[in-house]
Nanobody, 122 residues
Framework: QVQLVESGGGLVQAGGSLRLSCAAS????????MGWFRQTPGKERDFVAA????????YYTNSVKGRFSISRDNAKSTVYLQMNSLQPEDTGVYYC???????????????WGQGTQVSVSS
C-alpha cells in the first residue's frame, strides 16, 4: 500500500507559478499511474491532470491545458505538478492520488494524499 504526501502549496498572485510535489512511500511507485485533483469548498473533487506509470502519457482537464504540466521521477518516487499563469479559479486543495487502473478512470484512484492548499489572489 502506498502513502502519499503533498507539498508546495501556498498563496500566490494571479499570473504567478507554483510547483506541487507528491512523495510516495510504501509501494512500488513505478507501477502506479498518478493523478492530481482539486477541490473547493462545497464542490466535488475534480480531475486536474494524470500521468501514466512510465511517464509516457499525460492528460489534463481543459481548463489547465497549456498552463499546468505533470511529471514524475520514478527514481525519487515523486510526482510533480508545475502550475503557471495561475488564476483565482485555480484556488483549492490539491490532492495527489495513485491508481493501478487506467489513469483516466477517475473513480479508481485508490490511494490519496492529505492535500495541499493553493490560493490565488486577484
Amino acid at each position: 500500500q502506498v502513502q502519499l504526501v503533498e507539498s508546495g502549496g501556498g498563496l500566490v498572485q494571479a499570473g504567478g507559478s507554483l510547483r506541487l510535489s507528491c512523495a510516495a512511500s510504501g509501494g512500488t511507485f513505478s507501477s502506479y499511474g498518478m493523478g492530481w485533483f482539486r477541490q473547493t469548498p462545497g464542490k466535488e473533487r475534480d480531475f486536474v491532470a494524470a500521468i501514466s506509470s512510465s511517464g509516457g502519457y499525460t492528460y489534463y482537464t481543459n481548463s489547465v491545458k497549456g498552463r499546468f504540466s505533470i511529471s514524475r521521477d520514478n527514481a525519487k518516487s515523486t510526482v510533480y505538478l508545475q502550475m503557471n499563469s495561475l488564476q483565482p479559479e485555480d484556488t483549492g486543495v490539491y490532492y495527489c492520488a495513485a491508481t493501478t487502473y487506467n489513469i483516466l478512470n477517475t473513480k479508481r484512484y485508490d490511494y490519496w494524499g492529505q492535500g495541499t492548499q493553493v490560493s490565488v489572489s486577484s
